[in-house]
């Protein structure tokens, strides 16, 4: 079991950036790829970025690559999500998650743990 709690969420202007953070107890999160998904009000959940176990692959979706970058600490046992020049349509909830999966995965069932979620609001 893996416990999963993300921070770092907020307001923050279009243009401007956040980052967030994920916070692992009760298992090594080396043991794990990471990911980052969003939920926007009224739509689906969607894929973000994920890194593998080492910390040397790293995947993106469409929307945000080149804006967002994923990281992880294995010796703190965290992962974050550096995002810069962020736009209104950023607006969503972002939640962490592992999977035991080999490599980096933008499928959300492939996910086994999940945090709670940290709103982030993105004005015009």
């Known amino acids: 079991q893996v416990h999963l709690v993300e921070s770092g969420g907020g307001l923050a202007q279009a243009g401007g950036s956040l980052r967030l953070s994920c916070a692992a107890s009760g298992r090594t999160l080396s043991s794990y790829v990471l990911g980052w998904f969003r939920q926007a009000p009224g739509k689906e959940r969607e894929f973000v970025a994920a890194?593998?176990?080492?910390?040397?692959?790293?995947y993106y979706a469409d929307s945000v690559q080149g804006r967002f970058t994923i990281s992880r600490d294995n010796a703190k046992n965290t992962g974050n999500l550096q995002m810069n020049s962020l736009k209104p349509e950023d607006t969503a909830v972002y939640y962490c998650?592992?999977?035991?999966?080999?490599?980096?995965?933008?499928?959300?069932?492939?996910?086994?743990?999940w945090g709670q979620g940290t709103q982030v609001t993105v004005s015009s």
């Open positions: 998650a592992t999977s035991r999966v080999v490599a980096v995965t933008a499928e959300g069932y492939k996910y086994d743990f």
């Open positions: 890194i593998s176990r080492s910390g040397g692959s790293t």
